[in-house]
């Protein structure tokens, strides 16, 4: 049932907080959890939940690359082996901010709905 939760990239904080504010605002919405007031438990979950996606929408997945050299079999030489002029290898994905407009709308929209939750809680 949940085994699309072990494809997610745990070490993206954003992906947390979308899940956690998705998961509470379903719990406030439909009043399963009646510790605080529901309403505002709830503006403070999708505040959550606009804060995830606005971060998820301003970090960039980049490839990152080291430079080096390619060892390589090479059936036609003596030698066994063969070597590549330096070259840029692929090392994995990096994610490196880089701010958006609609990233930046989403992060003020999640600060406004939190800091109203916060009020209504007061």
Do not use: C
Request: no cysteine; glycine share 10%; aromatic share 16%.
């Amino acid at each position: 049932m949940f085994s699309w939760l072990e494809n997610l990239d745990k070490k993206r904080w954003w992906n947390m907080i979308i899940i956690v504010g998705f998961v509470f605002a379903i719990l406030f919405g439909a009043k399963i959890i009646t510790i605080i007031d529901p309403q505002a438990g709830f503006l403070l979950s999708i505040g959550l939940l606009f804060i995830g996606i606005g971060e998820g929408a301003n970090h960039q997945k980049v490839t990152d690359y080291t430079t080096g050299k390619m060892v390589y079999f090479n059936p036609f030489s003596k030698t066994i082996k063969g070597e590549t002029p330096t070259m840029k290898i692929p090392k994995g994905y990096i994610y490196k901010r880089k701010p958006i407009f609609i990233g930046i709308l989403f992060d003020f929209i999640g600060i406004a709905l939190i800091a109203i939750g916060l009020y209504k809680l007061i």
